[in-house]
């Protein structure tokens, strides 16, 4: 089985509990300790296999092989990598069955991250998840006082619009936003617009 690890937290000893984002669904899996086992950090794709263990509730991590990308040796990508993935974590945790879209969604992410601008492919990304979610409003009205925004948009978190006044913030044009949640491509944002999608992005997904 392959997946993304979201989440890692310590148990006893130094025994760690994982969360893998698999195609249907989320895995929560106890990892004995083990000198003989290579490390594992938020963020890898891993192959592995879970092993039921009768006398407990939590299943086994077993064999696991870190499918590695290039850029996960790169330390500034893959900190933005792991930055953006444990996001997935708290949105997801309660979630029973996992739609696909999420694991295909980052897997494409992990594919472009080595060539491009990695918080561009990040809010790219994101603005995918809104969309599939039905969560993006269109920028027509402020989510705050609900009058009508003219010239530039204020983003605050999950992307709602609002007046730059209404949230003590510069703003975008607004005509920028409006082909950027058209088109899903970023391309005609500059890399300090991107920078600030970024930064509201890791308020939470
Ligand atoms: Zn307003």
């Given at each position: 089985?392959?997946?993304?690890?979201?989440?890692i937290?310590?148990?006893?000893?130094?025994?760690?509990?994982?969360?893998?984002?698999?195609?249907?669904?989320?895995?929560?899996?106890?990892r004995?300790?083990?000198?003989?086992?290579?490390?594992?950090?938020?963020?890898?794709?891993?192959?592995?296999?879970?092993?039921?263990?009768?006398?407990?509730?939590?299943?086994?991590?077993?064999?696991?092989?870190?499918?590695?990308?290039?850029?996960?040796?790169?330390?500034?990508?893959?900190?933005?990598?792991?930055?953006?993935?444990?996001?997935?974590?708290?949105?997801?945790?309660?979630?029973?069955?996992?739609?696909?879209?999420y694991?295909?969604?980052?897997?494409?992410?992990?594919?472009?991250?080595?060539?491009?601008?990695?918080?561009?492919?990040?809010?790219?990304?994101?603005?995918?998840?809104?969309?599939?979610?039905?969560?993006?409003?269109n920028?027509?009205?402020?989510?705050?006082?609900?009058?009508?925004?003219?010239?530039?948009?204020?983003?605050?978190?999950?992307?709602?619009?609002?007046?730059?006044?209404?949230?003590?913030?510069?703003?975008?044009?607004?005509?920028?936003?409006?082909?950027?949640?058209?088109?899903?491509?970023?391309?005609?944002?500059?890399?300090?617009?991107?920078?600030?999608?970024?930064?509201?992005?890791?308020?939470?997904?």
């Amino acid at each position: 089985m392959q997946g993304f690890i979201i989440n890692i937290n310590k148990a006893r000893d130094e025994d760690l509990i994982v969360t893998v984002l698999c195609e249907e669904r989320l895995q929560t899996l106890y990892r004995f300790y083990g000198s003989r086992h290579s490390t594992i950090n938020i963020g890898y794709l891993i192959d592995f296999e879970v092993q039921q263990n009768l006398k407990t509730t939590i299943s086994q991590l077993k064999n696991v092989l870190h499918l590695a990308q290039s850029w996960n040796f790169v330390s500034e990508k893959f900190y933005i990598w792991q930055e953006f993935i444990k996001l997935f974590y708290p949105h997801l945790k309660d979630v029973e069955h996992i739609d696909k879209f999420y694991f295909e969604l980052l897997k494409k992410a992990s594919e472009k991250w080595q060539k491009q601008n990695a918080k561009r492919v990040a809010v790219e990304s994101y603005l995918e998840i809104l969309i599939h979610e039905g969560r993006l409003h269109n920028t027509a009205n402020c989510f705050l006082c609900d009058r009508k925004i003219e010239d530039r948009v204020a983003l605050a978190r999950a992307y709602l619009p609002a007046h730059i006044d209404c949230i003590y913030d510069s703003g975008y044009k607004m005509e920028s936003i409006e082909k950027f949640f058209k088109t899903k491509n970023s391309f005609h944002l500059d890399n300090a617009d991107i920078e600030r999608l970024y930064r509201t992005l890791c308020e939470g997904v």
